[in-house]
């Protein structure tokens, strides 16, 4: 089945590494446009070298409402939002008690995905899609991760009532939950070498292939929940996860 993503406008947060930028560069070889938004461009900058005339990247922070305010503005000058999807993430070990830490990861992976939602809303073409990112950890527990947990719960609740608040604009809402994915995430957490490799082998042992999915295997389930193949979907949280949550 061929998806139709030629010339379509896609804003996607979170954009310059990881699941983000995997999900741009498929974008942009199916002929899509691509609005990218990050704090840096990262990886985007070999992007903006092959696809100068369908990329344009959007510095700015998702916590920050001015910044936000300037994608919207960005967006405006491209047309109408065919596809939404804020991938900017943030982690950080810490105690389930430690609610400044929860608060910080909340103002990236919940809130500014949210606020990217409501800056964009009124550009949202007709049949548009959009798609939050959410966590295997969701369906699990993981010891010094429960305030980013508690996050995305709270952000797949918002995504299924969203669902239904945006459907009646034919616009469909609906989230993609990864399981451990070879990206910089690993890296925020701030553990040395050996913690690192230690954890990878860990959480490498559930997962049924044995190996972390790679940030394109991720995308291209993204790109499906997108397009108009996934038309009946709402509200759902496909889980991505390398068989991570069969235990
Ligand atoms: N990798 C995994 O195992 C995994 C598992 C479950 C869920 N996820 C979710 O997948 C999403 C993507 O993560 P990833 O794995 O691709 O991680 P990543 O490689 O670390 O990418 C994170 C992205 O978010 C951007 N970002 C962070 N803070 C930002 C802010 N305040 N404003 C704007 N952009 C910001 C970063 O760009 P700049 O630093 O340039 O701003 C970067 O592009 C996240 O929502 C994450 O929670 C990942």
Not at 20 to 44: H, K
Not at 185 to 194: P, V
Request: hydrophobic content about 45%; proline content about 4%.
């Amino acid at each position: 089945m061929k998806i139709e993503l030629e010339n379509r406008l896609a804003v996607i947060t979170g954009a310059s590494s990881g699941i983000g930028l995997a999900l741009c560069r498929l974008l942009l070889q199916g002929g899509a446009r691509v609005l990218a938004f990050s704090r840096t461009p990262g990886g985007l900058d070999e992007l903006l070298s092959v696809y100068p005339d369908q990329l344009v990247w959007q510095p700015g922070d998702v916590t920050s409402q001015e910044d936000l305010q300037g994608l919207a503005q960005r967006a405006a000058s491209l047309g109408p939002v065919d596809f939404l999807v804020p991938c900017a993430g943030h982690v950080e070990l810490a105690s389930a008690l430690d609610l400044a830490a929860q608060e910080r990861q909340w103002a990236v992976n919940g809130a500014g995905a949210l606020n990217t939602l409501a800056v964009l809303a009124n550009q949202l073409a007709t049949q548009s899609s959009v798609v939050f990112l959410g966590s295997f950890l969701s369906r699990c527990t993981f010891a010094g991760l429960a305030g980013h947990i508690a996050g995305k719960a709270a952000l797949m609740a918002q995504a299924r009532n969203l669902a239904k608040e945006f459907a009646p604009l034919q616009v469909r809402i609906n989230m993609v939950s990864p399981g451990p994915t070879a990206t910089g995430f690993w890296e925020q957490l701030g553990l040395n070498d050996d913690e690192l490799d230690a954890l990878a082998e860990q959480v490498g042992r559930r997962l049924l292939p044995g190996h972390f999915l790679e940030a394109a295997s991720v995308a291209r389930v993204i790109v499906f929940q997108l397009s108009e193949g996934a038309r009946g979907v709402y509200g759902q949280d496909w889980v991505v996860d390398n068989g991570y949550t069969l235990g």
